[in-house]
């Protein structure tokens, strides 16, 4: 089983940054953010295995940067030079031994979710 809690969200000013993390508890070997709107689809924003391997929308690449502390079981999302179309709530996911994507996927494979945390970037 993998518990996943989000942080790190908040409101800030077109070109400032954010770093969302998410705590990890049990062990997960692939894990994502997606991030959704109320009028969008889940949308992929950054992947990453433990090996290293990661894979980033097009939206930020340049941008964001996904980490994970493996001895912390953190997984971080850094945000920077945010605009306002990356205005919604980012979630966290992450896949198991059991059911392992073997890949950092930026599409919801993965069967474990947080609750999310909001993100805002005002223009």
């Known amino acids: 089983q993998v518990q996943l809690v989000e942080s790190g969200g908040g409101s800030v000013q077109a070109g400032e940054s954010l770093r969302l993390s998410c705590a990890v508890s049990?062990?997960?070997?692939?894990m994502a953010w997606f991030r959704q709107t109320p009028t969008k689809e889940r949308e992929g924003v950054a992947a990453?295995?433990?090996?290293?391997?990661?894979a980033y929308a097009d939206s930020v690449k340049g941008r964001f940067t996904i980490s994970r502390d493996n001895v912390k079981k953190i997984l971080y999302l850094q945000m920077n030079s945010l605009k306002s179309e990356d205005t919604a709530m980012y979630y966290c996911a992450g896949d198991s031994a059991v059911v392992a994507v073997g890949r950092p996927a930026l599409i919801p494979v993965y069967n474990y979710w947080g609750q999310g945390t909001q993100v805002i970037v005002s223009s």
């Open positions: 990453m295995c433990i090996g290293g391997s990661t």
């Open positions: 049990g062990d997960s070997y692939c």
